[in-house]
C-alpha cells in the first residue's frame, strides 16, 4: 500500500511539472524569444548564434538553480547594448578579436555575480536607484531605435552617435530605399496592432510573415536585403586567448554589465513574484544568473537577464513552474535546427521593425512624468538620460551608476537625528517635532538616528548627536535609539564607544535603546565596563533607569556616576537576596 501510494505521489509530481498550462506557456516564450534573438543579436552586432546558445543555456541554467517560476532567463536589450559598447571601446582589430572580446565579458561578469552571491551581496541592485535606470533605459531605447533608423530605410552609416545618425540619415535621403523602408514600417504597425492581442506571439507572425514574403519574391530585385545564410553549428566549450592585461581591462569594465543585468533581472523577479506571493531569496537568484552568464560565456554566448517582457509573457500564458522555461528552450531548439533555412529569408527592416518594437515600452515616459508630479528625483532620471545620449551607453551607464551611488552618499552624509519624547503617559515615544504635545523628561535627552549606524554615516549622527548635546546643558542622561540599525561595523562600535568615554567625562551617562542582539553582543565584548546595564530593548526601559540613576544621584547631590554606582549595588543587592531565597535550606 505504501509503494502504492508513492507512486501515485510520484505521478502527481510528474503531472504538476508536466501541466498543460506550462506547455502553453513554454510555446508562446519560444514564440517571442525567437524574434528577440534575432533582434538582440544585430544590436550586438553577433551572429544569430551567439544569442540562440545564449538563450538557451539562460533557460536550463535558471531552470536548475532559479526560484522564480516565471523569469526568463535570455538575451536583454541593454545588456546587448552594453556588450557590443564595451567591446568597441577596446578597438579590436577584426570580428574574431571582437568576439573572443565579447566572450570574455560575459565569462568574467558570471564569475563577477557568482562572487558577489557567495558574499551574499544579493541586493546590490539597490544602488542602482529606480529613477536613474528608468532614465538610462529611456535613453537606451532611444539610441538603439535611431540605430535601427539606417536598417528600415536599406541605407549605411559610418557612425554610432545617434545625434550624427540622424543627421547621416537626413543627408542621404535620396538613398533610401522605397521599399525596405515601406517594409520596416508596414512591419512596425502589424506589430502595433498585434498588440492589442496580448496572447498572440506578434512578433513571431510578423516574422513569418517577413519569410513568406521573401520566399514569394526576390526581394533583392527591390533593392531589400536579407539576414542570408545561418551557420550553426554545435558550441564548444572554450575560453578566449587573451593577454593578462586585456583580462584585466575587461574585468573592470564588466562591472557596469554586471550591475545593469543584476539591476534588470532582480527588478523583473521581484515584481512577478510579489504579484503571486512567491518567496525568492536575492543570493540564489543572483548565483542563477551567474551561472547561466558564465556558462553561456564559456559556449560563446550573449550575457543574458531575466528581461521583463518575456518573464511578464510568461506569466500571462499561465506558466505554474519553471518547466515552462525548459519547454521554451526545447520548443526553441527545434525551430532553430529545422528552420535555420527560414531564419536566412528573414528580411532586415523587420528584423529593425522587431528591434524597435522589443523597446517600445521603454519608451513609455509615464514613469519619468510620475516623478515630476512627485517632485522626487526627477533630475536625476534626467541626468541618467544625457549621460546616455551625450556620452554614449557604456560611460552613460557608468556615469548613471555613479549618479545612484553619488545620491546614497548624499542621503548618508545629511544625517538626519530625532528629538523623542512621550506620547502622553502611552509609554510610546515619538518625533517631538512632529508632534508638539509630547511630553519631554527633564535632563534627559531621547535621540533616534534615522540612518543605520555604519562607517559613512556614524560620524556624521554623532556629530550631531554632540551639536543637540551642547545646546542642553541641563541634559545628564543621553538616551539613543538604535532601531534602525541592524548591527553594527567597527567604525561605528568604535565611535559609541568614544562617545561613552567622552560624556563619562563630562559626568554624563549614555544610554541605548532598542538594541539588537547582534549589537548587544558586540558592544559588551568591545567594552563590557562602559555598556553593563546601559543595553535596553526599549527606550521605556531605557527611560525608567534613567530616572532611577537621577533619583539615586540627587538624593545627596552626588553626581551622575555615584547615582550610577548606587544603582549597581541596589541590583546586586536584589540578585543576592534573590539567590538566598531560591537556595534549598539544609
Known amino acids: 500500500m505504501q509503494d502504492y501510494l508513492s507512486i501515485k505521489a510520484r505521478l502527481l509530481g510528474a503531472g504538476r511539472w508536466l501541466s498543460a498550462t506550462d506547455a502553453v506557456a513554454g510555446l508562446s516564450v519560444a514564440f517571442i524569444l525567437l524574434p528577440e534573438a534575432v533582434a538582440y543579436a544585430a544590436i550586438a552586432h553577433l551572429p544569430i548564434q551567439h544569442a540562440i546558445t545564449a538563450a538557451l543555456v539562460g533557460l536550463i541554467c535558471y531552470a536548475c538553480l532559479g526560484k522564480s517560476h516565471f523569469a526568463i532567463v535570455a538575451p536583454t536589450s541593454s545588456a546587448a547594448a552594453l556588450l557590443v559598447a564595451v567591446v568597441l571601446s577596446l578597438h579590436p582589430v577584426d570580428s574574431n578579436a571582437a568576439k573572443g572580446f565579447g566572450v570574455a565579458l560575459v565569462i568574467l561578469t558570471g564569475v563577477g555575480l557568482i562572487v558577489l552571491a557567495k558574499a551574499g551581496l544579493g541586493r546590490l541592485s539597490a544602488f542602482v536607484s529606480r529613477p536613474v535606470l528608468h532614465g538610462f533605459s529611456f535613453a537606451l531605447a532611444v539610441t538603439i531605435i535611431v540605430k535601427q533608423l539606417p536598417m528600415v530605410l536599406g541605407i549605411k552609416v559610418g557612425v554610432s552617435d545617434p545625434f550624427l545618425i540622424i543627421v ?35 512578433a513571431f507572425v510578423v516574422l513569418i510573415l517577413g519569410i513568406g514574403l521573401s520566399e514569394t519574391i526576390n526581394l533583392a530585385d527591390f533593392h531589400v536585403t536579407t539576414l542570408g545564410p545561418l551557420l550553426l553549428t554545435p558550441p564548444s566549450l572554450s575560453v578566449p586567448q587573451l593577454p593578462l592585461e586585456k583580462w584585466l581591462q575587461l574585468a573592470e569594465l564588466a562591472f557596469g554589465l554586471l550591475v545593469i543585468i543584476v539591476a534588470e533581472s532582480w527588478g523583473s523577479i521581484r515584481s512577478l513574484s510579489l504579484i503571486h506571493g512567491n518567496v525568492i531569496e536575492p543570493n540564489r537568484e543572483l548565483l542563477a544568473l551567474g551561472t547561466a552568464n558564465l556558462v553561456s560565456g564559456l559556449f560563446q554566448g550573449m550575457p543574458v537577464g531575466a528581461g521583463f517582457s518575456a518573464s511578464a509573457a510568461n506569466e500571462q500564458a499561465g506558466a505554474q513552474s519553471k518547466m515552462a522555461g525548459l519547454i521554451a528552450a526545447a520548443v526553441l ?217 537621577r533619583q539615586l544621584s540627587g538624593r545627596r547631590h552626588w553626581p551622575i556616576k555615584q547615582g550610577m554606582k548606587r544603582l549597581k549595588r541596589k541590583r546586586l543587592l536584589v540578585r543576592f537576596v534573590g539567590n538566598r531565597k531560591k537556595a534549598p535550606s539544609g
Open 168 to 202: 547621416e540619415v537626413i543627408q542621404h535621403r535620396h538613398e533610401w530605399v522605397f521599399w525596405s523602408a515601406v517594409m520596416g514600417c508596414g512591419a512596425l504597425v502589424l506589430l502595433w496592432i498585434f498588440k492589442r492581442w496580448p496572447t498572440v506571439p506578434g
Open 333 to 549: 531548439l527545434l525551430m532553430v535546427v529545422f528552420g535555420k533555412g527560414w531564419i536566412a529569408l528573414i528580411p532586415e527592416p523587420i528584423v529593425a521593425a522587431a528591434v524597435i518594437n522589443a523597446l517600445s515600452h521603454a519608451l513609455n515616459p509615464q514613469a519619468l512624468i510620475h516623478l515630476w508630479r512627485m517632485d522626487r528625483d526627477q533630475y536625476l532620471a534626467l541626468a541618467a538620460i544625457l549621460a546616455v545620449l551625450v556620452f554614449g551607453v557604456l560611460h552613460g551607464m557608468l556615469i548613471a551608476v555613479g549618479l545612484s551611488l553619488a545620491s546614497a552618499i548624499r542621503s548618508f552624509s545629511q544625517p538626519v537625528v530625532r528629538e523623542l519624547a512621550e506620547l502622553g503617559h502611552s509609554r510610546d515615544y515619538v518625533d517631538r517635532e512632529n508632534h508638539p504635545n509630547a511630553r519631554a523628561h527633564a535632563k534627559l535627552l531621547i535621540l533616534r538616528p534615522e540612518e543605520p549606524l555604519f562607517f559613512a554615516s556614524v560620524e556624521g549622527i554623532l556629530a550631531e548627536v554632540q551639536q543637540r548635546l551642547t545646546g542642553r546643558t541641563d541634559v545628564q542622561i543621553l538616551i539613543i535609539s538604535l532601531e534602525q540599525s541592524a548591527n553594527l561595523d567597527s567604525t561605528a562600535a568604535e565611535c559609541l564607544i568614544e562617545l561613552a568615554d567622552e560624556l563619562k567625562r563630562q559626568n554624563k551617562v549614555l544610554l541605548l535603546a532598542r538594541v539588537k542582539d547582534l549589537i548587544r553582543r558586540l558592544l559588551l565584548k568591545l567594552a563590557k565596563e562602559q555598556f553593563k546595564d546601559k543595553l535596553f530593548w526599549s527606550v521605556e526601559d531605557a527611560v525608567v533607569t534613567a530616572k532611577k540613576i
